[in-house]
């Protein structure tokens, strides 16, 4: 079982920026959708952004143009770049990982969490 760790959460303000990562115990490369997932109080767990074994992204609306997702199988790392954050971007972060190449934003898709990073952007 592949066991993730994030890092790099923090406190912000609006407009600052963030870069979170997640290492991985056990190669990923070409195996595994990776993604990003986020978790405010009082609300359901949503997806944020994820990237294929062959490099293709997709990202939840309201963060497009403001957050990059990357990959670096040869370090078993994912990485967020957060732009231009907002308070509604306040949340848990995770990292997932799911077996094959066919990734969406449900959760039951991915096999692999972490403990999350916090992320909080204040006004």
């Known amino acids: 079982q592949t066991q993730l760790v994030e890092s790099g959460g923090g406190s912000v303000e609006a407009g600052g920026s963030l870069r979170l990562s997640c290492a991985a115990s056990q190669d990923t490369a070409s195996t595994y959708c990776m993604a990003w997932f986020r978790q405010a109080p009082g609300k359901e767990r949503e997806g944020v952004a994820y990237i294929t074994s062959g490099g293709s992204t997709s990202y939840l609306n309201s963060v497009k143009g403001r957050f990059t997702i990357s990959r670096s199988d040869a370090k078993r790392s994912l990485y967020l770049q957060m732009n231009s954050l907002k308070p509604e971007d306040t949340g848990m972060y995770y990292c997932?990982?799911?077996?094959?190449?066919?990734?969406?934003?449900?959760?039951?898709?991915?096999?692999?969490w972490g403990q999350g990073t916090q992320v909080t952007v204040s006004s």
């Open positions: 997932a990982a799911g077996r094959g190449d066919y990734c969406n934003f449900s959760t039951h898709r991915y096999s692999a």
